[in-house]
């Protein structure tokens, strides 16, 4: 029997650890010095790098990725059986190496990149010794890439980038930005004169490439290939954010049981309000929907690939920002005027919901692609009615009893008494 839910008491054992580490030691430091993990003063690192260590000391840094490439090979059923305890943390992945945006920009070079790509990009972002951003997105419209311009050029040995690319996040702190041109992606170091960042926005940087030149071998992957990277780089990156949004609803899901258990009003616990119930059983239902969306899509894309799994990697990403939306909402309120206080993840939460509808496309793109990927599996129907159109059923089902309709008349009498019915 194939179908199991249960978790191999080694790997269980991994798992135990991952929430103990991230309970006593990341969150600690989330709490007292926020963005540590991120930092690069030699101070912030001191307290950093040794929860890292311990991470590789266990085997699960950069867990999302293959053996030979310097992670253990987990595949995506165990990385999102893991996420969903990173993903409640809020430096965790930057701690366990497997933070976005570096994660989708490894996974890309990992499968493009030359062996020279490999060694000069992706071995010092995996150790954390280079950070990266992805610039994809420009100013004049986001979700529909037939309308991106920026572009380079070839001349002599260097290749020469124009355009302008919106909402790069982390592009103004990386090492090396992932342009997206419309003949290929350019890895393009970010002090490369004629990489202007723009003031605003601070964190999701708005960035001019002017006539920036970078070295022939900073094109990764075919020239006509920024589609397909792209592709890549984004359907791995979505369904690790949907692993986390796991985290994220059980976090607040947590919170609101916990609430509704802890006050009393108009002579009962909350809990013991049949409204409030019904939020916790709703919040329930969709976490546990969700969770097994985001297992089975990374069993798929275990057992086949990122691109043959195309349709769940776009369920799930509009789906974790609508549960998102939805539990963290549900349990802000119950938390009453603290939930809307910063007091709390929950406003934070809630205020991420919008976020994650955008961010790496649009809910709408997304579900356009999942109905025309189910659709593709259908046919219209033949006739005028539809297949499922009871009278036509009928009328074919009564000629596999032709003969005994015609030789009872109390079996004839009960067949026509059931058309009757369901007139
Ligand atoms: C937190 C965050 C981080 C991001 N990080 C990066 C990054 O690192 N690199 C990068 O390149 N980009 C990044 N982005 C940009 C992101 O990819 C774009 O915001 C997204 O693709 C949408 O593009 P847009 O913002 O231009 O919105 P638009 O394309 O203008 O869309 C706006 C709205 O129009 C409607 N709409 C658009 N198209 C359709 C359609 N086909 N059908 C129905 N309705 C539609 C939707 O309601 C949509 O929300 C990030 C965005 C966010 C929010």
Same mark, same amino acid.
């Given at each position: 029997?194939?179908?199991?839910? /249960?978790?191999?008491? *080694?790997?269980?054992?991994?798992?135990?650890?991952?929430?103990?580490f991230?309970?006593?030691?990341?969150?600690?430091?989330?709490?007292?010095?926020?963005g540590?993990?991120?930092?690069?003063?030699?101070?912030?690192?001191?307290?950093?790098d040794?929860?890292?260590?311990?991470v590789?000391?266990?085997?699960l840094?950069?867990?999302?990725?293959?053996?030979?490439?310097?992670?253990?090979?987990?595949?995506?059923?165990?990385?999102?059986?893991?996420n969903?305890?990173?993903g409640?943390?809020?430096?965790?992945p @930057?701690?366990?190496?497997?933070? #976005?945006?570096?994660?989708?920009?490894?996974?890309m070079?990992?499968?493009?990149?030359?062996?020279?790509?490999?060694?000069?990009?992706? $071995?010092?972002?995996?150790?954390?010794?280079m950070?990266? #951003?992805?610039?994809?997105?420009e100013?004049?419209?986001? /979700?529909?890439?037939?309308?991106?311009?920026?572009?380079?050029?070839?001349?002599?040995d260097?290749?020469v980038?124009?355009? *302008?690319?919106?909402?790069?996040?982390?592009?103004?702190? #990386? =090492?090396?930005?992932?342009?997206?041109c419309?003949?290929?992606?350019?890895?393009?170091?970010?002090?490369?004169?004629?990489?202007?960042i723009?003031?605003?926005? #601070?964190l999701?940087?708005?960035?001019?490439?002017?006539?920036?030149r970078?070295?022939?071998?900073?094109?990764?992957?075919?020239?006509?290939g920024?589609?397909?990277?792209? $592709?890549?780089r984004?359907?791995?990156?979505?369904?690790?954010h949907?692993?986390?949004t796991?985290?994220?609803?059980?976090l607040?899901?947590?919170?609101?049981?916990?609430?509704?258990?802890?006050?009393?009003?108009?002579?009962?616990?909350?809990?013991?309000?049949?409204?409030?119930?019904?939020?916790?059983? =709703? /919040?329930?239902? *969709?976490?546990?929907m969700?969770?097994?969306?985001?297992?089975w899509?990374?069993?798929?894309?275990d057992?086949?690939?990122? $691109?043959?799994?195309?349709?769940?990697?776009?369920?799930?990403?509009?789906t974790?920002?609508?549960?998102?939306? =939805?539990? /963290?909402?549900?349990?802000l309120?119950?938390?009453?005027?603290?939930?809307?206080?910063n007091?709390?993840?929950? $406003?934070?939460?809630?205020a991420?919901?919008?976020t994650m509808?955008?961010?790496?496309g649009?809910d709408?793109?997304?579900? @356009?692609t999942?109905?025309?990927?189910?659709?593709?599996?259908?046919?219209?129907?033949?006739?005028?009615?539809?297949t499922?159109?009871?009278?036509?059923k009928r009328? *074919?089902?009564?000629?596999?009893?032709?003969?005994l309709?015609?030789?009872?008349p109390?079996?004839a009498?009960?067949a026509?008494?059931?058309?009757?019915?369901?007139?």
């Amino acid at each position: 029997m194939a179908w199991d839910f /249960s978790t191999e008491p *080694e790997f269980q054992e991994q798992l135990d650890w991952v929430e103990e580490f991230c309970r006593t030691e990341v969150e600690p430091l989330d709490l007292v010095f926020p963005g540590a993990a991120y930092s690069r003063d030699p101070r912030a690192r001191a307290l950093a790098d040794p929860l890292r260590q311990q991470v590789r000391d266990k085997g699960l840094w950069a867990l999302f990725l293959d053996r030979d490439l310097g992670g253990p090979g987990f595949g995506q059923l165990k990385l999102a059986l893991i996420n969903e305890i990173l993903g409640r943390y809020r430096t965790a992945p @930057v701690i366990f190496g497997t933070a #976005a945006p570096d994660t989708g920009n490894m996974e890309m070079l990992a499968a493009y990149g030359t062996a020279e790509q490999k060694e000069k990009w992706l $071995q010092p972002l995996i150790n954390q010794e280079m950070f990266s #951003a992805y610039s994809m997105t420009e100013p004049q419209g986001g /979700s529909d890439p037939t309308q991106f311009v920026t572009r380079a050029t070839r001349d002599g040995d260097e290749w020469v980038i124009n355009g *302008e690319k919106w909402f790069t996040s982390a592009g103004a702190r #990386a =090492d090396i930005i992932f342009v997206m041109c419309v003949n290929g992606m350019y890895v393009v170091p970010r002090d490369t004169p004629g990489v202007e960042i723009q003031p605003y926005p #601070a964190l999701h940087n708005h960035i001019r490439y002017n006539n920036v030149r970078v070295p022939l071998g900073n094109l990764l992957g075919p020239e006509d290939g920024a589609r397909v990277l792209a $592709q890549r780089r984004l359907g791995g990156g979505r369904i690790h954010h949907a692993m986390r949004t796991v985290a994220q609803v059980k976090l607040a899901f947590d919170m609101m049981c916990e609430r509704a258990l802890s006050r009393t009003s108009h002579g009962k616990t909350i809990s013991d309000h049949q409204m409030v119930q019904e939020a916790i059983a =709703d /919040s329930y239902a *969709e976490i546990n929907m969700l969770r097994l969306l985001v297992l089975w899509t990374a069993w798929t894309i275990d057992n086949s690939s990122t $691109q043959a799994s195309r349709t769940q990697i776009a369920t799930c990403k509009y789906t974790c920002a609508k549960v998102l939306r =939805d539990v /963290s909402y549900r349990a802000l309120h119950i938390m009453g005027s603290l939930g809307t206080t910063n007091l709390t993840p929950l $406003q934070q939460m809630w205020a991420g919901a919008p976020t994650m509808a955008i961010a790496d496309g649009v809910d709408e793109v997304h579900k @356009v692609t999942v109905a025309r990927n189910v659709l593709s599996g259908y046919e219209p129907h033949p006739g005028l009615w539809p297949t499922e159109y009871f009278p036509a059923k009928r009328e *074919e089902a009564r000629k596999k009893y032709a003969s005994l309709l015609e030789s009872d008349p109390f079996l004839a009498q009960w067949a026509d008494r059931a058309a009757d019915m369901s007139n």
